[in-house]
């Protein structure tokens, strides 16, 4: 009991911060809008529709999974800013396990990052994507196991860094890379094999894939179809979340 209580106390601290902050929601939905209307609109222009699709609809699922990459990376911050305040050291001390500290701030992140996402999937009309009502459903819950996986990843390195400087250095170094090698701007058969190869170890790889799966179905096809099935996409979000936590569980308490 209580260590639900502290995922609960942890998962409703974020949340509450990040609501309070409103510079913070604002530009967190404004970026993916950004790449989507400016850079898609301008990459548009450049790149003629392939197997029916325009591009700005190709990347749709790309923008929602740096939606994701983004939110759930950062929000691994909170540990640095609770280490550098003391926050983290009343944590410590309350009588709970340390893989439930690390639950709450995976869930925390998983939370604010499906709230983003909800919040861009709305605009799937202006885009001229037709979604029914149970791929909606399928494309949040996708996004949320998707998220749980990267917050868990940013986790892990979130434990080996004590200051904001260090970590955002890192951070920026993992991000880019993580998220131009995911299929996310321009598919993955069309990169050079040594990148392709690079790409299957990269979890928002099979995050984005997914989304593609969900969203298209059968509508991509060519060089747009997605790359992998949907049973093999989710068995590597799950398993790469189980892999995190275990790893998050296993350094912060060795650490702390």
Do not use: C, H
């Amino acid at each position: 009991m209580n260590d639900l209580n502290a995922i609960y106390v942890i998962v409703m601290r974020e949340l509450k911060k990040f609501v309070r902050e409103k510079s913070r929601l604002v530009s967190s939905i404004a970026r993916p809008l950004i790449w989507l209307f400016l850079v898609g609109a301008g990459m548009s222009r450049l790149v003629s529709p392939r197997a029916g699709m325009p591009y700005t609809r190709f990347i749709f699922p790309g923008i929602l999974g740096m939606t994701i990459l983004f939110s759930s990376i950062f929000s691994s911050i909170s540990i640095i800013w609770d280490k550098e305040f003391g926050f983290l050291k009343e944590i410590l001390v309350a009588p709970v396990r340390r893989s439930s500290i690390v639950m709450g701030k995976a869930l925390s992140g998983t939370a604010v990052s499906t709230i983003q996402v909800f919040i861009v999937l709305m605009v799937f009309p202006v885009i001229g994507v037709r979604l029914s009502f149970f791929q909606i459903i399928s494309t949040l819950v996708v996004s949320l196991l998707v998220a749980f996986s990267i917050s868990s990843f940013g986790i892990v390195i979130a434990t080996f860094y004590e200051n904001y400087e260090s970590f955002s250095v890192i951070m920026n170094f993992i991000i880019m890379p993580m998220f131009f090698l995911s299929g996310a701007m321009y598919p993955l058969k069309l990169l050079p094999s040594a990148l392709r190869w690079a790409s299957r170890f990269n979890p928002l790889t099979y995050g984005v894939d997914a989304l593609k799966n969900t969203m298209f179905q059968a509508q991509a096809a060519g060089p747009l179809a997605p790359d992998f099935s949907f049973q093999a996409d989710m068995l590597v979000i799950v398993l790469s979340s189980v892999v995190f936590v275990l790893l998050a569980s296993f350094f912060f308490e060795r650490r702390q």
